[in-house]
């Protein structure tokens, strides 16, 4: 019988301390669905891997910064703050190039067109749980713009700043977006209470995935 596989808080002590072969079973557990979420988001493949090596390493950097449990919704954190920077670098280097280059898809176009259904390979953390149960029906119910609003400042956890960043627009449209989603998300679950008789089924949140109020702000 073999040992037992080692949980990712052991990994990621195992990678503070400098230990690379942990750091490659930390990478074979979670680099696909890694890869699955960062390509939904944006469909260059350079890119995501690019932005897949750089979250490694900077796990490689910061494992000593995990507070322990699983690792999953704090390794996608990196990775989407890690696609921000790719995306804002790209930006930069279109900005300021001497021959203008052919027009490149936006970053409203890497985002996921509507919210992924409970089905969708997720990562291990349950960081989309609120796709799930009467929060995700009422999603569903929503224009794509307000989704991608909630996505991207509540199910991946970015600042205003960066949800416009990704999306491609101002941040003042996505604090109104963000507002405006929030009020017809109610009216919907409000919906659902009444088409089942009773009150919105509640939805358990796992403690490590982050999360944001609707409406967060930088």
């Not at 557990?29 to 490694?56: I, S, Y």
Request: glycine share 12%.
């Amino acid at each position: 019988m073999g040992a037992p596989e080692e949980n990712d808080a052991a990994l990621l002590r195992a990678v503070a301390a400098g230990d690379q072969a942990a750091l490659a079973r930390l990478y074979d557990r979670h680099a696909g669905w890694l890869q699955v979420r960062l390509t939904r988001r944006c469909p260059d493949p350079e890119t995501v891997r690019e932005v897949l090596q750089d979250t490694f390493v900077t796990v490689w950097r910061s494992a000593g910064a995990h507070r322990g449990g699983e690792a999953g919704g704090w390794l996608w954190t990196i990775a989407a703050r890690r696609l921000i920077d790719a995306l804002r670098a790209r930006e930069r280097a279109e900005r300021y190039a001497p021959v203008p280059a052919p027009p490149a898809p936006s970053a409203e176009d890497c985002v996921l067109d509507g919210l992924d259904g409970p089905d969708g390979p997720d990562g291990p953390d349950g960081v989309d749980g609120l796709e799930y149960g009467d929060v995700g029906t009422a999603l569903g119910r929503l224009g794509p713009e307000l989704r991608e609003v909630l996505r991207a400042t509540v199910v991946d956890g970015l600042t205003t700043r960066e949800a416009a960043t990704l999306l491609g627009i101002p941040e003042g449209t996505v604090k109104s977006r963000a507002l405006r989603a929030r009020r017809e998300l109610r009216a919907a679950l409000a919906r659902l209470a009444g088409e089942r008789g009773g009150p919105p089924r509640p939805l358990a949140t796992p403690p490590s995935s982050p999360r944001r109020p609707l409406g967060g702000t930088a």
